[in-house]
């Protein structure tokens, strides 16, 4: 897997667990065409009016972050054809989805 793409991964499990460091869910799904990543944790939340991860740099919530890191995993996933979302997650917390395409030979991209 491509060293960008495995940090925009773990960019995601890192917000998560600081969010929420004893409640995270991952689950993964997949078709042919695509896989489906869902993280969800039971922290405060994501605020869903002011994130737009792929226009710019964000004003992070945490204390020691500079904002970049939602920037950066929208960055690399949208070179691999990916996508990223955010949902508040049912009972509290918040839900990150991502959404990668499988190899295939139509889409010429390699794993």
Known sequence: MERTLTQALLNVLHNAVDASPQNVRVGCTWTREHARIDVTDR?????????DPGSRPARS????G???????THTA????????SFA???????CVTIRL?????QTGIAS
Do not use: N, R, V
């Open 43 to 51: 922290g405060p939340g994501i605020s869903l009016k002011t994130i």
């Open 61 to 64: 919530s945490k204390d020691s």
């Open 66 to 72: 500079l904002g970049l890191g939602l920037f950066l």
């Open 77 to 84: 996933l949208s070179h691999f054809g990916g996508e990223i």
């Open 88 to 94: 508040d997650a049912p009972g509290g917390g918040a």
């Open 101 to 105: 395409p499988l190899a295939t030979s």
